[in-house]
């Protein structure tokens, strides 16, 4: 350790400084994956106790982990390595143990091995089954921890793993997230300059590590429009989209899939136009769900506040009732309904037009990169809906009809020809 200049980024340090044993890192192109890859190669298994183990460096390819892993060990580790064959990418280090550098597309040169420690790089383009049926039972033995890094190809077992690992209540596993923006010593001028010529979709996917579905053309990017200051007339409105709440200690299977509490904070102009100031949202108990709709309506005073109809928001009631008395603020809850629709239905009827026509303008803040990748991915299965499913409650709030130019209509209900009823 002593021999070795090791330099990390800050994600870098947060990373490889977390107790987890099974890491998962999505991250954007060029955000430094493949340094944190070395230098966590080469200190582990420089700790390593045992030199009959092995430590692991997988690619999708034998040719891809010697372009990407090879020179790199090479630079970092040259005062601590004894030996280096080139030809079957091996690297031996002076404490006697060996660093492997292997492709997944080979699966056979990885059995009945003893592994101290395992990087798998690129994992969205390597087999699961790789991991599942050899990797894994080869780390049993010594207890090795494994670092999963690359950048999203879709929604495959990638995804499914970062969620596992970001949802679990599994102590083993960690995930992160982060963008090219998140490499210091990366020119953001640079990663803005690919945004300009790439689709929105393959910067999402490859820059910003985004876990994209293609599909789902029921919102478009070129639609959505962002400003900075809310309109200077007009009322808010809340609406709450509730998760529900689990039994206290009940633990989470592997396959679940939890929801979030959305809470769409909307400024409505005069002319109908939505002006989406917030979307607060996370996986809270009940009454820390409580306190969140209670501070949303205390700092934004709203005109109406509206909550799904069901046994969640007859569970949150109580709680909210105790924060009203407690802080002398009452404010009435709307109770939100389907409306006999189907979710794909309703969402469509309130929010497509919407943004088609430029009706709804986004604040720029931190939570449009949640929202909008449950809205361009809405209505894949696969993704949350619960920013989405929120703001369209909005529509059950602001009754704001839409004329049609100037013309005057006697004894006639209106028609919003935005919404479509």
Known sequence: MTALDVQFTPWQQEVFSHPARFKVVSAGRRCGKSYLAAWALLINALQAGDARSWTFYVAPTQGQARQIMWRTLLELGHSVIKKAHINNLDIELVNGQTIGLRGADRPDTMRGVSLNFLVLDEYADIKAEVWEEILRPACADKKAPAVFIGTPKGRNHFYDLYKYAEMSDDVEWRAWHFTSYDNPFLSSDEVNAAKRSMSSYAFRQEFMASFESKGSEMFKDEWVKFDDEPPSNGDYYIAIDLAGFEEVGKKRSKNSRLDDTAISVVKVSDNGDWFVENIISG?????????????????????????????????????????????????????????????????????????????????????????????????????????????????????????????????IEILDIVAGY
């Not at 949303?296 to 009203?324: C, F, N, T």
Request: glycine fraction near 6%; charged fraction near 30%.
């Open 283 to 411: 996986r809270w108990d009940l009454n820390e769900t409580a306190n969140k709709i209670f501070q949303a309506v205390r700092d934004y005073q709203p005109v109406s506040v509206g909550i799904e109809r069901g046994i969640a928001k007859q569970a949150v009631m109580s709680p909210l009732m105790d924060l009203q008395r407690k802080y002398g603020k009452y404010f009435r809850i709307e109770e939100l309904t389907h409306g006999n629709k189907k979710k794909a239905d309703r969402i469509m009827w309130s929010l497509q037009g919407r943004f088609e026509n430029g009706i709804i303008t986004l604040k720029k803040a931190e939570w449009n990169i949640k929202f909008l990748d449950q809205l361009f991915q809405y209505p894949d299965p696969l993704t949350h809906d619960d920013l989405v499913d929120s703001l369209s409650y909005i529509d059950q709030l602001a009754n704001v009809a839409y004329g049609i130019g100037d013309i005057e209509f006697d004894e």
